[in-house]
Nanobody
Framework: QLQLVESGGGLVQPGGSLRLSCAAS????????IGWFRQAPGKDREEVAQ????????AYTDSVKGRFTIARDSAKNTVYLQMRSLKPEDTGVYYC?????????????WGQGTQVTVSS
């Protein structure tokens, strides 16, 4: 059973950068799509980026385009979310989740989340 562990969150000033990691274990990500989601206090969870390992396609929500970059390292079985020019509204708990090739709309495996706080 695939397991995901996020890391890399923290406190950063507006305009700063962070790189989040989503490390997978117990299964290769070869046939999975990984999505990064975030949830701010009092708000619904939203997907910010995703990458499909089977074809390398990726997508971003409009609010992070040009600032966030999602990337994969197949050798390390890890997906990264590089976040630049961070804004206070980027604050939240960030989760990575996996959807299998056979059911790409179902993110059925989730990590425990990592807190990102953007504040001066």
């Amino acid at each position: 059973q695939l397991q995901l562990v996020e890391s890399g969150g923290g406190l950063v000033q507006p305009g700063g950068s962070l790189r989040l990691s989503c490390a997978a274990s117990r299964s290769s990500l070869e046939f999975y799509k990984i999505g990064w989601f975030r949830q701010a206090p009092g708000k619904d969870r939203e997907e910010v980026a995703q990458i499909s390992h089977w074809d390398g396609s990726f997508a971003y929500t409009d609010s992070v385009k040009g600032r966030f970059t999602i990337a994969r390292d197949s050798a390390k079985n890890t997906v990264y979310l590089q976040m630049r020019s961070l804004k206070p509204e980027d604050t939240g708990v960030y989760y990575c989740a996996a959807a299998h090739f056979n059911n790409p709309s179902n993110f059925g495996t989730w990590g425990q989340g990592t807190q990102v706080t953007v504040s001066s």
